[in-house]
């Protein structure tokens, strides 16, 4: 068999402890790899990398297509960027995929029956890390969805259920409070599962479904989110089930794909060894699904599921009158390798003909461009006034054919009562808009900023309010 070379990369805390061990259990199977290791996390960010890579090392994982990676530490605050984030963006890793399952009873959990896959959209929402410092007291970090990308992940969640023979998509938004932002996600999930009747559907508000998670994990199969939600529930779900530190991911691309356990880089148990391999294992197993060694994937899982039975067990999922004994890292390890060939007793054993691989392909529809109108736009300014004073010197200016509609702060709408003086801090929101039918030119917007500056009122930044056919593209205020 022809040798796959791939990326490697320990990490940082316990990254290299794991990643020893589990590269030591791919070896002691024979698996047909060869590594190329890169140095990423902490050192690097000293060495003044902000994403905690060389960038020489991008064209490394590139070329092997294929990226083994242990947890990594980014230093809070500080301008520093999330190496995961980087990696997912940079090599278009649209999908997150974490198989989630219990493994009672030997670890404990009050959901024996939990077997759940989180398919979380990779590239976008928060993630986007697009952030403004807009005042002394006022920051903003902008939630970026796309069609095209909410699209890509809905469709790659269908698949993977119809391929791995899973019954039911799950869609998880907070489209209740985020109706644009979020409603666009729902409202593709919903015009993608027409296709695929096969299939059950249901969406569920984020918090509530969060909460099922936690409470009745086995009535979801696989659940397809946001970014952030789906970083969130997943670490639910792990925990739910047993231990964050079982489980794996993987980030899947069109040409890329990068794994890694579901945990972080847990500093403070950082060289004692005694961290849980197996989250980096189970990514690891994952990767070799994915590149075509399914017979080398069940054989390293059916010795991992019988370790677990063997009660052979590191001190995270320990259980005094379950185990048998509580060993490190290492250790740990070698009780996988000495099972290796042997299959689970009570688990169902792993078959590599029912392991199917992942490289799912997306074909995106076309929807027909819509008409955009320009009716108004959103100011916002940095200006130290009360709201009665800031808006009588705003109604004062030569606004040609606009007018000045909603005056709020951080939502809420000062404009309803004139009279009404609110001193909330310095980041205002004007809504200037146009009577109906008219439409906002460029040369208009130009005017109202000359305008404000003029009447030296700070304006920092604005949003156009936009028709789309029509259809309102732009939340109202309160009241309006």
């Known amino acids: 068999m022809t040798t796959k070379r791939i990326t490697v990369a320990y990490g940082d805390g316990i990254g290299p402890e794991i990643m020893e061990a589990t590269l030591k259990i791919l070896k002691a199977?024979?698996?047909?790899?060869?590594?190329?290791?890169?140095?990423?996390?902490?050192?690097?960010?000293?060495?003044?990398?902000?994403?905690?890579?060389?960038?020489?090392?991008?064209?490394?994982?590139?070329?092997?297509?294929?990226?083994?990676?242990?947890?990594?530490?980014?230093?809070q605050g500080g301008g520093f960027k999330s190496?995961?984030?980087?990696?997912?963006?940079?090599?278009?890793?649209?999908?997150?995929?974490r198989p989630i399952r219990a493994y009672a009873p030997y670890v404990k959990t009050h959901h024996p029956d939990m077997n759940m896959v989180i398919v979380r959209e990779n590239e976008e929402d928060l993630y986007a890390g697009i952030e403004y410092e807009l005042t002394d007291e006022v920051v903003e970090s902008l939630k970026l969805i796309s069609r095209s990308g909410s699209e890509k992940i809905i469709r790659y969640a269908f698949e993977y259920a119809r391929i791995n023979g899973r019954k039911k998509v799950t869609c998880m938004t907070k489209d209740n409070i985020m109706k644009i932002a979020d409603g666009l996600f729902h409202r593709v999930f919903n015009e993608v599962a027409a296709a695929y009747p096969d299939i059950e559907t249901e969406h569920k508000i984020i918090d509530i479904g969060a909460a099922l998670i936690a409470d009745r994990p086995h009535t979801f199969d696989v659940v397809v989110t946001l970014n952030l939600y789906g970083d969130i529930i997943s670490d639910i779900a792990a925990q739910v089930a047993g231990s964050v530190g079982l489980m794996g991911s993987s980030n899947i691309g069109r040409e890329y794909a990068m794994f890694e356990a579901i945990h972080g880089s847990a500093p403070d148990i950082a060289g004692k060894g005694i961290a849980n391999p197996s989250g980096l294992l189970n990514g690891a197993l994952l990767m070799l699904n994915h590149i075509g060694l399914q017979k080398y994937a069940a054989t390293i899982q059916n010795a991992w599921l019988k370790t677990l039975e063997d009660g052979i067990h590191t001190g995270d999922v320990y259980k005094e009158g379950m185990s048998t004994q509580k060993v490190g890292t290492q250790a740990f390890a070698e009780a996988v390798i000495a099972r290796l060939g042997q299959q689970p007793a009570n688990f169902e054993k792993t078959d590599p003909d029912k392991l199917i691989e992942k490289n799912i392909s997306i074909e995106l529809s076309t929807p027909e461009p819509r008409k955009r109108t320009v009716v108004g736009l959103d100011v916002y300014l940095d200006q130290e006034m009360d709201s009665v004073d800031l808006s009588q010197k705003i109604e004062q200016l030569a606004l040609g054919?606009?007018?000045?509609?909603?005056?709020?702060?951080?939502?809420?709408?000062?404009?309803?009562?004139?009279?009404?003086?609110?001193?909330?801090?310095?980041?205002?929101?004007?809504?200037?808009?146009?009577?109906?039918?008219?439409?906002?030119?460029?040369?208009?917007?130009?005017?109202?900023?000359?305008?404000?500056?003029?009447?030296?009122?700070?304006?920092?930044?604005?949003?156009?309010?936009?028709?789309?056919?029509?259809?309102?593209?732009?939340?109202?205020?309160?009241?309006?």
């Open 401 to 480: 054919n606009l007018y000045l509609k909603v005056l709020s702060n951080r939502g809420h709408n000062f404009y309803l009562n004139k009279e009404v003086k609110a001193h909330t801090g310095r980041h205002w929101r004007c809504r200037f808009c146009v009577p109906e039918g008219a439409r906002v030119s460029n040369r208009e917007i130009v005017q109202l900023l000359s305008e404000l500056e003029h009447a030296g009122i700070n304006f920092i930044k604005f949003e156009t309010l936009c028709l789309f056919n029509g259809k309102r593209g732009y939340s109202l205020a309160p009241g309006e």
């Open 83 to 97: 190496l995961n984030v980087s990696a997912r963006k940079n090599l278009s890793l649209f999908a997150n995929v």
């Open 29 to 75: 199977a024979n698996t047909p790899l060869q590594y190329d290791v890169i140095e990423v996390g902490q050192k690097m960010f000293e060495k003044g990398f902000e994403n905690g890579i060389d960038p020489n090392s991008w064209e490394l994982i590139r070329q092997n297509k294929v990226f083994l990676k242990a947890p990594i530490t980014t230093p």
